[in-house]
């Protein structure tokens, strides 16, 4: 009950207008049909693939004329299959990467390798610029010749777009540590505190270049007993994720040692996982030395103000013995019926 496919040919012989025998050659070619039902299976599948692909598919012949694109690729070029077809691809390319994507995919067929490039579209209707991860290969035969090449695109212009305003973060935040006068460092969140980053103050303040204290604790400068404060007390809090303030003795190259003002915060990844913290920290030794001479200063108005009251203290009393006596004489003699002139003397 098994059917199957039988490609035949006929003949059929004619005597007087009437036919008077067939002839019939017949072949089994059921393998044969299974084996193109598979092929337009696969190709099917291939197209059915290729135009629901969230990625661009460009196939070229050996010339570099376009055989087949899906939707996604004409979406990205801003280009029609026909556009494309006809103009090809170059054309949605900016033309600043026309040579270098050449020279490019001719080192790759010299090194028979793949080609990847980040690459800038244009919108040739409205100049919208679009940046795609083109990635190409050359298809071969069984004699290695090249027969084409397929292509396929992947619309990076938002990673693009963040890396740029990452980069000018970035190079914001290097300007403004660079041209501050506070000492900006990075550390990283672990035990010792790393530096990862230190701002070019530091040859100023400290009298070290960056290179020198990049990868190292700051706990290794710092006046020992200032140092077992902060390990104990400042740096548990700043490793928990909250910001912390604090003064520090901490000694230069030189060997001086001068008083730092430290603010610190955290920085955390995407997911909220705390990377390191971020120190501001400005030299405040002249604050410092004039505090302690405004404490200085105050020790001796208060001790002047003591000394002030025990003098007065004892003076009053000096003052008061005598001043009793002359009162007391004095009320004594008035009270004995002096004389007019004894009355106005007394």
Same mark, same amino acid.
């Given at each position: 009950?098994? =059917?199957?496919?039988? *490609?035949?040919?006929?003949?059929?012989?004619?005597?007087?207008?009437?036919?008077?025998?067939? #002839?019939?050659?017949?072949?089994?070619?059921?393998?044969?049909?299974?084996?193109?039902?598979?092929?337009?299976?696969?190709?099917?599948?291939?197209?059915?693939?290729?135009?629901?692909?969230?990625? @661009?598919?460009?196939?070229?012949?050996?010339?570099?004329? /376009?055989?087949?694109?899906?939707?996604?690729? /004409?979406?990205? =070029?801003?280009?029609?299959?026909?556009?494309?077809?006809?103009?090809?691809?170059?054309?949605?390319? =900016?033309?600043?990467?026309?040579?270098?994507?050449?020279?490019?995919?001719?080192?790759?067929?010299?090194?028979?390798?793949?080609?990847?490039?980040?690459?800038?579209?244009?919108?040739?209707?409205?100049?919208?610029?679009?940046?795609?991860?083109?990635?190409?290969?050359?298809?071969?035969?069984?004699?290695?010749?090249?027969?084409?090449?397929?292509?396929?695109?992947?619309?990076?212009?938002?990673? $693009?777009?963040?890396?740029?305003?990452?980069?000018?973060?970035?190079?914001?935040?290097?300007?403004?540590?660079?041209?501050?006068?506070?000492?900006?460092?990075?550390?990283?969140?672990? %035990?010792?505190?790393?530096?990862?980053?230190?701002?070019?103050?530091?040859?100023?303040?400290?009298?070290?270049?960056?290179?020198?204290?990049? @990868?190292? =604790?700051?706990? %290794?400068?710092?006046?020992?007993?200032?140092?077992?404060?902060?390990?104990?007390?400042?740096?548990?809090?700043?490793?928990?994720?909250?910001?912390?303030?604090?003064?520090?003795?901490?000694?230069? $190259?030189?060997?001086?040692?001068?008083?730092?003002?430290?603010?610190?915060?955290?920085?955390?990844?995407?997911?909220?996982?705390?990377?390191?913290?971020?120190? #501001?920290?400005?030299?405040?030794?002249?604050?410092?030395?004039?505090?302690?001479?405004?404490?200085?200063?105050?020790?001796?108005?208060?001790?002047?103000?003591?000394?002030?009251?025990?003098?007065?203290?004892?003076?009053?009393?000096? +003052?008061?013995?005598?001043?009793?006596? +002359?009162?007391?004489?004095?009320?004594?003699?008035?009270?004995?019926?002096?004389?007019?002139?004894?009355? *106005?003397?007394?």
């Amino acid at each position: 009950n098994r =059917s199957i496919s039988i *490609d035949q040919n006929v003949r059929m012989f004619f005597k007087q207008n009437w036919a008077y025998k067939v #002839s019939v050659v017949a072949r089994d070619v059921t393998k044969l049909r299974e084996a193109e039902l598979r092929v337009a299976e696969s190709e099917f599948l291939f197209r059915t693939l290729a135009e629901n692909a969230p990625v @661009g598919i460009f196939q070229a012949d050996a010339s570099g004329k /376009c055989i087949y694109v899906n939707k996604r690729w /004409c979406k990205l =070029s801003a280009l029609t299959e026909t556009q494309i077809m006809t103009d090809g691809w170059m054309s949605a390319v =900016s033309p600043e990467f026309h040579q270098p994507i050449l020279v490019e995919w001719e080192k790759a067929l010299a090194a028979n390798r793949q080609m990847d490039m980040e690459v800038k579209w244009i919108n040739p209707q409205i100049g919208y610029e679009t940046w795609v991860n083109t990635s190409c290969i050359a298809l071969r035969d069984d004699k290695r010749n090249v027969t084409g090449f397929l292509a396929t695109a992947i619309d990076i212009t938002a990673l $693009k777009q963040a890396q740029q305003q990452l980069a000018e973060s970035e190079k914001l935040y290097r300007l403004l540590a660079t041209n501050s006068k506070d000492l900006i460092t990075l550390y990283r969140a672990d %035990d010792n505190a790393t530096r990862v980053f230190i701002s070019p103050s530091v040859k100023e303040i400290l009298g070290y270049t960056p290179e020198e204290l990049i @990868g190292k =604790s700051p706990f %290794d400068i710092i006046v020992e007993e200032d140092a077992k404060r902060m390990q104990t007390e400042i740096h548990p809090q700043t490793l928990s994720g909250r910001p912390a303030a604090v003064e520090y003795r901490i000694r230069r $190259k030189d060997g001086t040692i001068i008083w730092l003002e430290s603010n610190s915060h955290p920085f955390f990844d995407t997911d909220g996982k705390m990377m390191g913290f971020q120190t #501001s920290a400005r030299d405040i030794t002249q604050r410092k030395e004039f505090e302690q001479e405004l404490i200085f200063a105050k020790e001796k108005a208060e001790e002047a103000t003591k000394t002030k009251s025990q003098f007065l203290s004892m003076m009053s009393h000096e +003052i008061r013995t005598p001043m009793n006596a +002359i009162i007391g004489l004095s009320n004594l003699l008035l009270g004995d019926n002096p004389r007019q002139d004894q009355t *106005d003397s007394l």
